[in-house]
C-alpha cells in the first residue's frame, strides 16, 4: 500500500496537520500513542478478532474478543498516555451505516 493511500495529504507546515489531541484529565497537549487496537466486529468471517499494535511495535492476533461494536462494522482504539502527568486516556471510533462515531475518554479512576 502507497502512502499516498494512506496519509493523501502532504503536510507542508505545522498548520496543515490538523489540531492537536488534548489529554481529557489535564488538557496538555504532549500525548503519545502505546497501542492500537482494531477489532474485526461481528462479521461471521472475522467473528471475534482483533489485532494489537504495541507502541514496541509488537503485533498481536487476539481470537476471542469481544467488540464494543454491536453491529457488524470494525472498531478501531488507539490508547494514549500523556507525557506530562501519565494519564491514560483513549480515542475510538465505531462504524455502523456509513456513520463514524468518535469518543475522547479517560482511562477508569483517573478522570
Same mark, same amino acid.
Given at each position: 500500500?502507497?502512502?499516498?493511500?494512506?496519509?493523501?495529504?502532504?503536510?507542508?507546515?505545522?498548520?496543515?496537520?490538523?489540531?492537536?489531541?488534548?489529554?481529557?484529565?489535564?488538557?496538555?497537549?504532549?500525548?503519545?500513542?502505546?497501542?492500537?487496537?482494531?477489532? *474485526?466486529? =461481528?462479521?461471521? !468471517?472475522?467473528?471475534?478478532?482483533? +489485532?494489537?499494535?504495541?507502541?514496541? #511495535?509488537?503485533?498481536? &492476533?487476539i481470537?476471542?474478543?469481544? *467488540?464494543? =461494536?454491536?453491529? !457488524?462494522?470494525?472498531?478501531?482504539? +488507539?490508547?494514549f498516555?500523556?507525557? #506530562?502527568?501519565?494519564? &491514560?486516556?483513549?480515542?475510538?471510533?465505531?462504524?455502523?451505516?456509513?456513520?463514524?462515531?468518535?469518543?475522547?475518554?479517560?482511562?477508569?479512576?483517573?478522570?
Amino acid at each position: 500500500m502507497s502512502q499516498e493511500i494512506i496519509f493523501p495529504n502532504k503536510f507542508s507546515a505545522i498548520d496543515d496537520m490538523g489540531d492537536e489531541i488534548k489529554c481529557p484529565v489535564c488538557g496538555d497537549i504532549y500525548s503519545r500513542p502505546i497501542r492500537t487496537i482494531v477489532l *474485526s466486529g =461481528n462479521d461471521e !468471517r472475522a467473528r471475534d478478532t482483533a +489485532i494489537v499494535i504495541k507502541e514496541n #511495535k509488537d503485533i498481536e &492476533h487476539i481470537v476471542g474478543i469481544k *467488540s464494543p =461494536n454491536r453491529n !457488524r462494522s470494525m472498531s478501531a482504539v +488507539i490508547e494514549f498516555e500523556c507525557e #506530562k502527568k501519565r494519564h &491514560h486516556f483513549s480515542i475510538s471510533m465505531l462504524f455502523h451505516k456509513g456513520i463514524t462515531y468518535f469518543n475522547i475518554q479517560p482511562k477508569e479512576g483517573e478522570a
